[in-house]
C-alpha cells in the first residue's frame, strides 16, 4: 500500500529573472519587475512529498527526521538568506524561476531518497504562486 508523508520548510532567497544574451530591455518586457537589476526576495514556502510503501518493520514511509535533516542540508542551508543568481551554484547560467527552483530541489533530494520512493516537491513563491514538480 502506497502512503503519502510531506514535511514543510521554509527558507528566504532573493533572485534576478533575466537572461544574459536578452537585452535589458527584452528582459524588462519578458520579466518585468523580477527584472531588478538589484535583485527582490521571497519568502519560499516548501512542501516535499514522499511516496512508498510503509516498512513492515518500523511503520514508516521515510523517517521524519532523515526528511527533516536532508531538506535542512540540501535547501534551507543551501539557499535561506542568499542570493541565488549569485550564491548558489546551480543557478549559476540557469534563470531561477520558482519553476527552476523546484526542479533543482527535486534533484537534489531525489538523490539523497532510496529508488523506490517518489518525490513530489511543491513550491510556493508566494501564498497565491506555486509549482509542483515530480520528475515527469
Known amino acids: 500500500m502506497k502512503v503519502t508523508v510531506s514535511r514543510k520548510a521554509h527558507f528566504n532567497a532573493a533572485h534576478r529573472l533575466y537572461r544574459k544574451d536578452w537585452s535589458f ?22 512542501i516535499v512529498s514522499v511516496t512508498g510503501d510503509i516498512d513492515k518493520e518500523t511503520g514508516y514511509v521515510i523517517d521524519m ?12 542551508d ?18 531561477p524561476t520558482a519553476e527552476n527552483i523546484a526542479v533543482v530541489i527535486y534533484n537534489k533530494l531525489k538523490l539523497q531518497l532510496s529508488t523506490h520512493l517518489d518525490l513530489e516537491i511543491t513550491l510556493f513563491e508566494t501564498p497565491r504562486n506555486f509549482v509542483t514538480y515530480s520528475g515527469k
Open 65 to 76: 527526521k532523515v526528511l527533516k535533516d536532508l531538506i535542512k542540508k540540501e535547501v534551507e
Open 25 to 46: 530591455e527584452k528582459n524588462d518586457e519578458i520579466f518585468g519587475k523580477c527584472n531588478n537589476p538589484n535583485f527582490h526576495g521571497h519568502n519560499y514556502e516548501l
Open 78 to 95: 543551501a539557499f535561506d538568506h542568499k542570493n541565488l543568481n549569485v550564491e548558489v551554484l546551480e543557478f549559476k547560467d540557469l534563470n
